[in-house]
Every structure is written in structure tokens, then in C-alpha cells.
């Protein structure tokens, strides 16, 4: 049994623990945090981050919303995942204000965003 229970569901669970650090950051002003999860709720995000953001070690020409496709993005996100079964892993992207307010932010920190 994990010794403490998954930051999205308070459920506890068997088995090891998968972690993440996810920060969303505007103007300098960071809100970040640190979740443990559940293995459904880790399939979850980790589809969100892969989806959504690009591995640290990529270069990519886009720097528009990764939500909305808007070609103004001012926030940056950035999310270390460590998974139970392998090394560190760091992705990042960025995002409009609308969405990272709202759909990055619920998804990413599990809660709507006030920057």
C-alpha cells in the first residue's frame, strides 16, 4: 500500500509511487506543485503532459498556445515527471491566458489559475 494516498483522487493504492512537479509561470510569478498519483490518475495526466507538451530535450519552431493554437502565448509550463518504473523525464510548453487559466491549469495543478 503507497504510503500516501494520490493527489487527485485521495485514494490510497498498492503498488509504487509515481510523482510530478508541474509549475505554470506568467511575469515571473510561478504556481507549482508536487502530486503523487494513483496509477489511473498517473495514465491520465501523463497523457495530458505527452499530449500536450514537448519533451525538454526537443527543440520545436511553435511558439504559440499548445491548448487553442492562439499565437500569443504568455504562459509557460513546465512538469518533471518521475514515474516508479523509470528515470526523470522534464516537458514543457506554453499557453494563451484563457487556457492556461482554465484547462492547463485544472489539468496540470488541479485547479483554475488566478496569475
Not at 483522487?9 to 505554470?24: E, H, I, S, V
Not at 525538454?56 to 504568455?74: H, K, N, P, Y
Request: overall charge neutral; charged content about 20%.
Amino acid at each position: 500500500m503507497a504510503q500516501f494516498p494520490c493527489s487527485i483522487c485521495g485514494k490510497r493504492y498498492k503498488g509504487a509511487q509515481n510523482a510530478a512537479y508541474p509549475a505554470l509561470i506568467h511575469s515571473g510569478t510561478a504556481s507549482r506543485k508536487y502530486c503523487r498519483y494513483c496509477p489511473s490518475c498517473w495514465a491520465v495526466f501523463r497523457e495530458y503532459v505527452e499530449y500536450r507538451l514537448t519533451p525538454a530535450e526537443m527543440e520545436i519552431d511553435f511558439a504559440g498556445c499548445r491548448q487553442c493554437g492562439a499565437e500569443v502565448a504568455t504562459y509557460a509550463a513546465f512538469v518533471t515527471l518521475y514515474a516508479a518504473d523509470s528515470d526523470r523525464e522534464d516537458f514543457w510548453g506554453r499557453f494563451c491566458a484563457g487556457c492556461a487559466q482554465r484547462e492547463a491549469a485544472q489539468a496540470l495543478l488541479g485547479t483554475e489559475l488566478a496569475l
